[in-house]
Nanobody, 130 residues
Framework: QVHLVESGGGSVHSGGSLRLSCAAS????????LGWFRQTRRGAREFVAG????????AYADSSKGRFTVSRDNAKRTLYLQMNNLTPEDTAVYFC???????????????????????WGQGTQVTVSS
């Protein structure tokens, strides 16, 4: 069981920045592929960014590219999401999630599918005002 706890959410104006963190309890944190998702008030959950276990590969949603940066620090068992140039459309609850690769090929894989992820945090609210 992997326990994930997000932090760093808050309220900012358009153009502002936030850095989300996701701390994990699992000692084998480095063996999990990780991702960030967000859920808007409309209820839709969407992929934001992901990173493989090896950190070689990262992936972003089109809406995140050029503004968000995903990274991980395995020594600190923490996943990060640096968000710059935020807009009101980024307002959502942000969740971090983890899944354990099942094969050698999965080690460098990034998944944008929520169903792939096995463990989820409780979420942190990000509100961007115009």
């Amino acid at each position: 069981q992997v326990h994930l706890v997000e932090s760093g959410g808050g309220s900012v104006h358009s153009g502002g920045s936030l850095r989300l963190s996701c701390a994990a309890s699992e000692p084998t944190f480095s063996s999990y592929a990780l991702g960030w998702f967000r859920q808007t008030r409309r209820g839709a959950r969407e992929f934001v960014a992901g990173i493989s276990t090896t950190t070689v590969n990262v992936a972003y949603a089109d809406s995140s590219k050029g503004r968000f940066t995903v990274s991980r620090d395995n020594a600190k068992r923490t996943l990060y999401l640096q968000m710059n140039n935020l807009t009101p459309e980024d307002t959502a609850v942000y969740f971090c999630a983890a899944w354990h690769p099942k094969s050698f090929d999965d080690l460098a894989r990034v998944s944008n599918q929520g169903d792939q992820y096995e463990y989820w945090g409780q979420g942190t609210q990000v509100t961007v005002s115009s």
